[in-house]
């Protein structure tokens, strides 16, 4: 779950960036250097850096930072997103918020969740009161890194007030039934996985955290039924390898 999730976090963005009205925002020019990823990455790369040579200013930061990552240089993208969100603040961009949390997506890619943290922390307040989802979005992910860091406390505290903003959120739904779950919070665990299920019962983190919640609660029989879900649903997911693993030590 960690990498497809930090992943999506950061590509969601490009979409906004180019639909957001910016003076320095050579619509054509990034659009074609972000869809030039997937099929040659190291040569968006160049494209990028020979365009902020040329004053390309926030866009080619972005679309070198997402070059980066594709080519899963994840230390080297969150380096290029901090350039990034730290110009974005100078300039009091309304990109600042948006850079800060990919930085922190592309540092727990890295596998560095103090720096992650931080960078999260300083998204949520350069988002302010009012931009609710993407907010909550943020203290979900400065929730995950918390949970690396073995922050449980900051980890609760940053779920409840994510679900506090968008209470229909599955994924911050799953993740708050894995922190109850790992809390030995039962009845927590089992009516917010349960809420996640009905929003999102297709899902393969929220039937992966189903199966684990069933698991920990004493019903093998379901989290077996429904890790093998998980497999035949949605194979060659980190979602159903966790599961094979669970359904090899279960049996």
């Given at each position: 779950?960690?990498?497809?999730?930090?992943?999506?976090?950061?590509?969601?963005?490009?979409?906004?960036?180019?639909?957001?009205?910016?003076?320095?925002?050579?619509?054509?020019?990034?659009?074609?250097?972000?869809?030039?990823?997937?099929?040659?990455?190291?040569?968006?790369?160049?494209?990028?850096?020979?365009?902020?040579?040329?004053?390309?200013?926030?866009?080619?930061?972005?679309?070198?930072?997402?070059?980066?990552?594709?080519?899963?240089?994840?230390?080297?993208?969150?380096?290029?997103?901090?350039?990034?969100?730290?110009?974005?603040?100078?300039?009091?961009?309304?990109?600042?918020?948006?850079?800060w949390g990919q930085a922190g997506n592309a540092a727990f890619l890295a596998g560095d969740s103090k720096a992650a943290k931080?960078?999260?922390?300083?998204?949520?307040?350069?988002?302010?009161?009012?931009?609710?989802?993407?907010?909550?979005?943020?203290?979900?992910?400065?929730?995950?890194?918390?949970?690396?860091?073995?922050?449980?406390?900051?980890?609760?505290?940053?779920?409840?007030?994510?679900?506090?903003?968008?209470?229909?959120?599955?994924?911050?739904?799953?993740?708050?039934?894995?922190?109850?779950?790992?809390?030995?919070?039962?009845?927590?665990?089992?009516?917010?996985?349960?809420?996640?299920?009905?929003?999102?019962?297709?899902?393969?983190?929220?039937?992966?955290?189903?199966?684990?919640?069933?698991?920990?609660?004493?019903?093998?029989?379901?989290?077996?039924?429904?890790?093998?879900?998980?497999?035949?649903?949605?194979?060659?997911?980190?979602?159903?390898?966790?599961?094979?693993?669970?359904?090899?030590?279960?049996?």
């Amino acid at each position: 779950m960690k990498t497809a999730l930090a992943v999506f976090a950061v590509f969601a963005a490009s979409a906004s960036l180019a639909q957001t009205p910016d003076s320095t925002l050579d619509k054509w020019r990034y659009e074609g250097c972000v869809n030039a990823i997937p099929a040659d990455a190291a040569k968006a790369e160049q494209f990028a850096v020979q365009w902020r040579a040329e004053g390309g200013g926030l866009p080619a930061r972005h679309c070198q930072a997402l070059a980066q990552l594709h080519q899963e240089r994840f230390s080297e993208a969150a380096a290029t997103l901090v350039q990034a969100a730290t110009a974005a603040e100078a300039a009091r961009s309304p990109f600042a918020a948006d850079f800060w949390g990919q930085a922190g997506n592309a540092a727990f890619l890295a596998g560095d969740s103090k720096a992650a943290k931080t960078h999260f922390t300083t998204a949520i307040a350069q988002a302010g009161a009012y931009s609710p989802i993407r907010t909550a979005a943020l203290h979900v992910d400065r929730a995950r890194a918390s949970t690396e860091l073995g922050d449980m406390a900051g980890a609760r505290t940053d779920l409840d007030k994510a679900l506090a903003l968008t209470p229909d959120d599955p994924l911050a739904l799953a993740l708050s039934a894995a922190l109850a779950r790992r809390e030995g919070n039962k009845a927590r665990a089992a009516a917010d996985i349960a809420r996640a299920s009905a929003l999102a019962p297709a899902d393969p983190d929220v039937m992966l955290e189903q199966a684990n919640v069933a698991a920990a609660a004493g019903d093998l029989a379901t989290a077996r039924q429904v890790w093998a879900m998980v497999v035949r649903a949605a194979p060659q997911t980190a979602a159903a390898q966790i599961a094979e693993r669970a359904l090899a030590a279960a049996n």
